[in-house]
């Protein structure tokens, strides 16, 4: 009983919290405060010693991302501290999960399973007294349907005008009534009370399917492998010489492919006075990237089974690990193309997002000749690149990345290729390091007019009208953050509002 007083006394806290840090608020302090909460909600459910290390690196992960969301407040910190808040939860909930993709779903499917989880604990309580009882039968006859029904309802209504006009009497009717009643402020502290209820109550789903499988492959006894046909042999042989073929014939075209790239990317490489660099990276790097991936594809599907144990493998087995080095290979001459781009014309946030895609492939590469060297499983496969992409999230979180483009920019030997006007497309918290630049930025607006035989392609060429526009998008910033009250507190915005001013 006290441990239900307890529980029931940890919700109303928590409603309490949701409602005072979120109700009519932006988000910063708040989030942080918040998914600490749930964090710490859900380990107050067994001992810490009793945790899987994955949910501890997981929890890890959710204190580096409650400070720099609050820190730096970047789009990339909030999604990263709301991602692993989610996956932490996925891992309280089956501690037997070691992939961060699969705790992620099972984070995600618990959140939206909490009706059937508070059913279910209704139903047990039913079993004790009749109290209970009664209020399982109010929330699963009539709470859950009539939720399911509203949802729809209101989707319907957006989606068919007349199914609107016909309804318009009733919702009028319905809204004079609760006239007095926020409801907004009903369905708000209604998520709240669901974001709580995920922290504790146990999943409704099992996901025992998703712990059987571990790192290492297991040869599969046939208990009728006394009786192994001709045609099952013959079939295994033909799948091997298929893929030997596949793979001599793709390893013959991407040697081609990186012998043109070892020489005309890697060593001497000059952008022409009519070349398209934006082309040769943009298009060009994508579908290399497409290509990479569907290599990796090809060799998780002829190493899928049977294969990886046949006892004359060796040459295939040889062929994939060329092809892997190659796509190492291609990995690294579309690093050159990316370096290229940014040697010419500067830092980019999608720029900087290829460099981190292809460290993220590289290591993929490099655990997908683990898995076929010593015959591992998709299962590893899944468990070590989700982590590494995870962690690697994580960590570039704890960058103002507009910072550093900004400076980088500024400081670009190439001052007449700058994109200037994406100097105003950053976060307006590097606005003070660009008024405090102005005259560089001047002189790479004029370095772009005075290029000889080019057209010119920038939107801002005049400085007044660059510092104009900077401003108006400064003083909207801190007008819009004139809302806030502490809840919505972050440093970044502290900073910008303590370095300038509201343009009048």
């Known amino acids: 009983m006290k441990s239900k007083l307890f529980k029931l006394s940890l919700v109303l806290l928590g409603i309490i919290l949701f409602d005072l840090l979120f109700w009519e608020q932006l988000l910063g302090l708040n989030l942080s405060l918040f998914c600490s909460f749930l964090c710490l909600l859900g380990l107050l459910q067994k001992p810490i010693l009793n945790h899987s290390k994955e ?36 891992f309280l909930k089956q501690s037997a999960l070691r992939s961060t993709f699969s705790s992620l779903l099972v984070g995600g499917i618990h959140f939206l399973s909490i009706p059937l989880s508070v059913l279910r604990s209704f139903k047990k309580v039913e079993q004790i007294n009749s109290g209970g009882r009664i209020l399982g039968r109010v929330f699963g006859y009539g709470f859950i349907p009539l939720i399911i029904f509203l949802i729809f309802f209101f989707i319907y209504r957006q989606a068919n005008p007349k199914f609107e006009v016909l309804t318009q009497k009733l919702v009028e009717a319905i809204s004079s009534f609760f006239a007095g009643f926020e409801l907004g402020r009903f369905f708000f502290l209604l998520f709240g009370l669901a974001l709580i209820s995920c922290s504790l109550l146990p999943s409704y789903f099992s996901f025992k399917s998703w712990l059987k499988q571990g790192d290492d492959l297991i040869r599969a006894k046939n208990p009728n492998s006394s009786k192994i046909t001709s045609n099952s042999m013959a079939s295994l042989i033909f799948e091997n010489r298929t893929a030997m ?217 005049n400085i007044d009208d660059f510092k104009a526009q900077l401003e108006y998008r400064v003083s909207n910033r801190l007008r819009y953050r004139e809302k806030a009250n502490w809840q919505a507190w972050n440093y970044a915005d502290y900073r910008l509002e303590k370095s300038t001013y509201l343009v009048e």
């Open 55 to 90: 949910s501890l690196l997981a929890f890890t992960a959710v204190a580096i991302t409650a400070f720099t969301s609050v820190w730096h407040h970047s789009s990339l910190s909030i999604c990263m501290l709301i991602l692993s808040s989610l996956i932490f939860m996925g």
């Open 245 to 461: 073929i596949v793979l001599a014939a793709l390893n013959l075209l991407l040697l081609v492919i990186n012998l043109i790239d070892l020489d005309w990317v890697w060593f001497g490489f000059e952008v022409p006075r009519d070349f398209n660099l934006k082309q040769f990276v943009h298009e060009g790097t994508y579908l290399l990237i497409l290509s990479i991936l569907l290599s990796i594809g090809i060799l998780l599907y002829f190493f899928r089974g049977s294969l990886n144990f046949y006892p004359k493998n060796k040459t295939l087995l040889l062929l994939a690990k060329v092809w892997i080095l190659q796509n190492a290979l291609l990995c690294a001459s579309v690093f050159m193309r990316n370096y290229h781009y940014i040697d010419y014309h500067g830092l980019a946030s999608k720029r900087i997002g290829v460099i981190a895609f292809l460290l993220m492939t590289i290591f993929g590469l490099a655990s997908l000749w683990i898995k076929i060297d010593r015959k591992k499983s998709f299962s590893y496969l899944l468990r070590s690149n989700s982590w590494f992409v995870f962690f690697t999230l994580v960590l570039m979180s704890c960058l103002q990345w507009d910072r550093i483009i900004a400076v980088s920019n500024l400081n670009h030997h190439n001052a007449a290729e700058i994109d200037v006007d994406h100097y105003l497309n950053l976060d307006p918290v590097v606005a003070p390091i660009l008024f405090k630049n102005l005259d560089r930025i001047e002189d790479q607006m004029q370095a772009h007019l005075d290029r000889e035989n080019k057209t010119p392609w920038l939107s801002y060429t």
